[in-house]
């Protein structure tokens, strides 16, 4: 993984990591101690789901760049899918409080999402390689009379 791959990464990672741990503490305030294990689990599933989702966008953008949005819309409508998946299994547990486990997930996704953006928006990526075979040759512009 290149440096600014992985300084994006973190820059998602650390804020959300930072959200879990506030809703693992509210939710042990809240819900004892079964709230803030499901807090940080919520946390836990969040930051794998969508790091692992980020590392392979990263890897396709770099192998097939034309396939990058709808790869892209492929991936947040899969990881939104599976953190439902994840929410109907742990449904009815008694391993920690699924109230706490729902609100970090859903919290802890916001936080994920809205970093992610702003990484985005502030890295300077270029989004259209000049060519260097044109920057050797000299492009003729007018009539050539």
């Known amino acids: 993984m290149q440096s600014p791959d992985a300084r994006m990464l973190l820059h998602c990672a650390v804020p959300t990591a930072l959200a879990g741990a506030a809703g693992a503490v509210l ?6 101690g079964k709230g803030a ?12 789901f969508m ?7 990263q890897r396709t953008a770099k192998s097939f ?9 492929m991936l947040y409508t899969t990881q939104i899918l599976l953190l439902a998946v994840v929410l ?3 449904k009815n547990t008694t391993l920690f409080d699924t109230k706490a486990f729902a609100f970090t ?13 702003l990484s ?7 989004y259209i ?11 003729a512009s007018g009539a050539s009379s």
């Open 27 to 32: 939710s042990g305030v809240l819900a004892g």
């Open 37 to 48: 294990i499901g807090a940080a689990v919520g946390a836990f599933v969040v930051i794998l």
């Open 51 to 57: 790091g692992i989702g980020q590392i392979v966008l």
């Open 65 to 73: 760049p034309h396939l990058f949005q709808a790869m892209g819309l």
């Open 88 to 90: 109907a299994v742990f």
């Open 105 to 117: 997930l859903l919290g802890a996704t916001v936080v994920w999402v809205v970093c992610q953006a």
């Open 120 to 126: 985005h928006s502030k890295a300077k990526i270029l």
């Open 129 to 139: 390689e000049p060519d260097s075979s044109e920057t050797g040759k000299q492009v």
